[in-house]
């Protein structure tokens, strides 16, 4: 369960992502491991979202390979589905159930045996206490990413990878995904964040990586 | 997809299927006006075609099953782009296929929800329509078990449409057209089984026909829509 109990690396050797004709990026190549955060940096259209679902799994690289634990891992992998827990654009969340049982649907699917007061807590630690039992339709934008960040507390990977968390969150919700953030790496897991502002967290653990736009 | 089937196998299941289904239910229940919509189509639009033909029993009788068994697909083919396409747009697609649990399981649970909101009720209404078009009890019966049986390979067939279009522009209407071609046989074999037994002849060939396409499409569909929901992903 705990991230620490093992070492993690995520390779990334020279991966390269094309859309249609246009290339994103050449040659990325980096390395994350226990307790590391990467901070993937860029324009707008430059890919980051791209690298991070490449990362994650989700989209096969055009060129180059991911590595995990030394072992090269193609989307959808199993061995990486074990470890990732991917936060994108998209909250994943049904408007027309509570926090509390998308939640509980969440780790359910993820087999681990959370007590009923470790949602309650989780939403408590995003000042969502009072709004779990209101459907998710009537939440915020930024409520909603809330919700997001306390799954990602409760649904224990050693790998996250998050596309622009803080966008839609208030002062508030960015110190809690700061304190979220810097637990986890302190407990040897590995960050991996796209976003236009500087992460709230862990600044002497975080590489960044400026994706450049691939000239044309 | 070797390592990935292999790891597959070895995941569990059932509870794959229970979690995807009890979700999927759980969500349909909240918006109840949605499947409601769709049974009103079905009955509405079985209940128009006595008024637009003749009221002689002997068209009616001959018409019914074919009537019903094409109102079922086009019932079937009305929610099938609810099946997805919420999940997708909402990114709990992406969250299930990043999930441990093997894919094909958990689309197999949210196919059986599809069959469970749609073609169940379709199937159990069948009989109470039928009785508009002087089908006589026997005919109702068979009707309604060869709509048991055929329902469940059209929210198979249709889910792998349903996958293959999803992200595309224009997705609905491109879906009929991927579908529709593929119902045709169910639709055969079960307006079929309904119209031998009012010729007096026995059903079996036909509904053995069917359950033999259930277990085919049981089968082979999961495993197409979860490739098709990787694809979609991509």
């Known amino acids: 369960m705990t991230p620490a109990s093992a070492t993690h690396v995520l390779d990334a050797q020279r991966l390269a992502a094309r859309r ?8 990325v190549t980096f ?37 995990w634990q030394g072992d090269a891992v193609r989307p959808f992998d199993a061995r990486l589905r074990e470890v990732v827990a991917f936060n994108g654009h998209l909250p994943a969340l049904k408007d027309e159930l509570t926090p509390e049982e998308n939640l509980a649907a969440w780790i359910a699917l993820d087999d681990a045996t959370a007590r009923d007061d470790a949602i309650a807590e989780a939403l ?20 909603r990413r809330r919700i997001g960040l306390a799954r990602l507390r409760l649904v ?15 002062a508030q919700g960015i110190e809690a995904l700061g304190a979220l953030l810097d637990a986890h790496l302190a407990a040897g897991g590995l960050c991996i964040a796209a976003s236009h502002q500087p992460l709230p967290a862990a600044r002497e653990r975080t590489r960044t990586l400026s994706l450049v736009p691939a000239a044309a | 997809m070797s390592v990935n089937d292999r790891s597959d196998a070895d995941a569990a299941i059932l509870p794959a299927v229970g979690w995807a289904l009890a979700r999927d239910i759980r969500v349909a229940l909240r918006s109840k006006a949605e499947l409601g919509v769709q049974l009103l189509f079905y009955v509405i639009v079985v209940s128009l075609f006595p008024l637009a033909t003749s009221p002689s029993r002997e068209v009616l009788s001959t018409l019914g099953p074919g009537v019903l068994w094409t109102t079922a697909l086009l019932a079937s083919l009305l929610s099938l782009s609810r099946l997805f396409a919420g999940d997708f747009h909402d990114g709990t697609l992406e969250q299930i296929a990043l999930s441990p649990r093997p894919l094909a399981a958990l689309v197999s649970g949210k196919i059986v929800a599809h069959w469970l909101t749609t ?7 069948a009989p109470l329509l039928g009785a508009q078009y002087a089908l006589d009890g026997t005919v109702l019966g068979t009707l309604m078990v060869s709509l048991l049986l055929g ?21 609905g209407s491109l879906l009929a057209l991927l579908v529709l071609p593929l119902y ?23 509904l053995s026909l069917l359950g033999a396409g259930l277990l085919l499409a049981l089968v082979a569909a999961p495993l197409a829509v979860s490739a098709a929901v990787r694809i979609a992903l991509d």
């Open chain 2, 119 to 125: 073609g169940l009720p379709v199937a159990l209404l």
């Open chain 1, 31 to 67: 390395r994350v491991q226990d307790g590391e955060a990467l901070f993937v940096s860029g324009p707008n259209g430059s890919g980051k979202t791209t690298l991070l679902r490449m990362t994650a799994g989700l989209t096969a690289p055009a060129e180059g390979e991911l590595r």
């Open chain 1, 20 to 27: 249609g004709y246009a290339t994103l990026f050449t040659g």
């Open chain 1, 156 to 170: 224990r990977r050693p790998l996250w990878i998050l596309d622009e968390p803080l966008t839609a969150l208030d």
């Open chain 2, 151 to 171: 329902t469940p390979i059209l929210s198979l067939l249709g889910a792998v449409g349903a996958a293959l279009t999803l992200g595309t522009r224009g997705g």
């Open chain 2, 184 to 206: 045709a046989p169910v639709l055969i074999f079960g307006a079929g089984a309904v119209d031998a037994v009012r010729a007096g002849l026995s059903a079996a060939p036909h």
């Open chain 1, 124 to 143: 408590d630690a995003v000042a969502l206490a009072r709004q779990r039992q209101l459907p998710v339709r009537v939440l915020s934008q930024g409520q």
